[in-house]
């Protein structure tokens, strides 16, 4: 988590890094994270959560692949249950975006790498947008921004998610699947849950997962900081994004401090572990 003050600000607001597969309650093992999260008069977070209409959701245009296209038939049903089971959302209600896709995957994917957080429904993401919603002081940091033109890559994706998508749920109770799943996921993983993130401020953002996804950091990033100043007049806010938002040159910490903000890392600890 880091603090941003100065630049003209009265009120200090803090930034917060998300990792999207893990649970709410992970959050609340931090009090002071959890403190400036219940004190911020507004919350800002990426996008709508999984009940929002397409347009607003949706920053990748691009073609997609109908939720009973990817999962028939039996299928369909073996992950309609599990989610009635976890008292998630069913597929009859799910949105037809990519982001629909892309929540499920990470709802599942989420449960089978964190054994222990299962009683919580939701991602930490929503779990932080819905106490903004509460609070009644809710800023979705995508709205209004210009669709990424884009081929198929994205639909392929959404096949390979819902391949993921059920192999999770088929494996819940499989130790040897868990296993080879945290293992794979383990860097990424382990720098969140361990607080050991390495920003390299000084490098460029590489292309890790292809250059679809670099296009879509890099120009959410730019988009989210023209609008970060009159968010942050405002008064204190809390903004949560994905952790790759806050890396590198072009994260949202570096472009924040160009623009005048002292931006500073706030030394948090968890109070128990699971």
């Not at 609340?28 to 008069?41: C, H, I, P, R, Y």
């Not at 903004?132 to 639909?155: F, M, P, R, V």
């Not at 391949?163 to 130790?175: A, G, Q, R, S, T």
Request: proline content about 3%; charged content about 25%.
């Amino acid at each position: 988590m880091w603090e941003i003050k100065g630049n003209g600000l009265t009120h200090k607001s803090y930034l917060f890094g998300t990792n999207h597969s893990f649970n709410g309650t992970w959050i609340d093992s931090f009090t002071v994270v959890k403190q400036k999260l219940l004190e911020a008069k507004t919350i800002a977070v990426e996008v709508k959560g999984a009940t929002a209409d397409k347009v607003n959701t949706l920053s990748v245009d691009t073609t997609h692949i109908s939720i009973k296209e990817l999962f028939k038939d039996s299928t369909y049903a073996l992950v309609n249950n599990y989610l009635k089971a976890k008292g998630l959302s069913s597929l009859d209600n799910a949105p037809e975006n990519f982001y629909s896709v892309l929540g499920l995957y990470f709802a599942t994917f989420g449960r089978l790498i964190q054994p222990n957080e299962k009683e919580n429904t939701d991602a930490i993401d929503r779990y932080i947008e819905q106490l903004g919603k509460e609070k009644k002081g809710i800023i979705y940091l995508d709205s209004g921004i210009e669709k990424i033109k884009t081929d198929s890559i994205a639909a392929l994706n959404e096949k390979n998610m819902a391949n993921l998508i059920v192999w999770c749920i088929k494996n819940e109770n499989n130790p040897d699947s868990i296993k080879l799943v945290v293992n794979a996921s383990k860097p990424a993983l382990d720098e969140f849950r361990n607080l050991s993130v390495e920003y390299n401020f000084n490098q460029n953002l590489p292309i890790v997962y292809g250059q679809l996804e670099r296009e879509l950091i890099l120009k959410r990033n730019n988009y989210w900081v023209d609008k970060l100043p009159s968010i942050l007049k405002t008064g204190n806010v809390f903004i949560a994004v994905g952790l790759q938002h806050l890396k590198y040159k072009e994260g949202l910490i570096n472009q924040l401090r160009e623009l005048g903000y002292t931006v500073s890392p706030v030394k948090i600890v968890r109070k128990y572990s699971r």
